[in-house]
T-cell receptor, first 113, second 113 residues
Framework: AQSVTQLDSHVSVSEGTPVLLRCNYS??????LFWYVQHPNKGLQLLLK??????LVKGINGFEAEFKKSETSFHLTKPSAHMSDAAEYFC???????????FGKGTKLSVKP | SAVISQKPSRDICQRGTSLTIQCQVD?????MFWYRQQPGQSLTLIAT?????????ESGFVIDKFPISRPNLTFSTLTVSNMSPEDSSIYLC??????????FGPGTRLTVT
């Protein structure tokens, strides 16, 4: 069975400093992995996806994630945080043959001025 | 990508009643899904809405409580039946594109009193 574990429920950074949101996955086959962002009272937005092509995936708004099979990790990074990055971030794995998604519990990112 | 709209955006309902949520996609998609996001929690898959056949429900969700229709490739409805306060949640539909990316509607915020 597929699953994801987000290692931090809350991350706080200062504006202009790097962001690291950690995610480990478990999958019985080569997974498709995603990061979604949810701003307060807004819908879910797809940040980036990994589907067995390049292991370093670039997404929107300067975010990127690296797929590391040896570590079963898919951490999300950004070199410099912006106030507008404050939101909830979900690491997601594709769960089965029908493509349904399995969500991690989420990491709330706070950005201090 | 796909643009998804949901109606209603929010509702307050009395226990014992039912609410039908509509989901419209701006293009034809093969796969549509319904998720629930309880307050402060992550997303949980309710069911896969199959076009032309019965929905496929996840463990813990049943057709009598959450009947789903999918009359064509751009539209689906979810009904929350015989509601109780425990059904208070955000209900989201999603659609999967041919590139296996899943896009979400803005959600329906349901409060049951």
């Amino acid at each position: 069975a597929q699953s994801v574990t987000q290692l931090d429920s809350h991350v706080s950074v200062s504006e202009g400093t790097p962001v690291l949101l950690r995610c480990n996955y478990s999958s019985s086959y080569s997974p498709s992995l995603f990061w979604y962002v949810q701003h307060p009272n807004k819908g879910l937005q797809l940040l980036l996806k990994y589907t067995s092509a390049a292991t370093l995936v670039k997404g929107i708004n300067g975010f990127e994630a690296e797929f590391k099979k040896s570590e079963t990790s898919f951490h999300l990074t950004k070199p410099s945080a912006h106030m507008s990055d404050a939101a909830e971030y979900f690491c997601v794995v594709s769960g089965g043959s029908q493509g349904n998604l399995i969500f991690g519990k989420g990491t709330k990112l706070s950005v201090k001025p | 990508s796909a643009v998804i709209s949901q109606k209603p955006s929010r509702d307050i309902c009395q226990r014992g009643t039912s609410l039908t949520i509509q989901c419209q996609v701006d293009s034809q998609v093969t796969m549509m899904f319904w998720y629930r996001q309880q307050p402060g929690q992550s997303l949980t898959l309710i069911a896969t809405a199959n076009q032309g056949s019965e929905a496929t429900y996840e463990s813990g969700f049943v057709i009598d409580k959450f009947p789903i229709s999918r009359p064509n490739l751009t539209f689906s409805t979810l009904t929350v039946s015989n509601m109780s306060p425990e059904d208070s949640s955000i209900y989201l539909c999603s659609a999967q594109t041919a590139s296996y990316e899943q896009y979400f509607g803005p959600g329906t915020r349901l409060t049951v009193t």
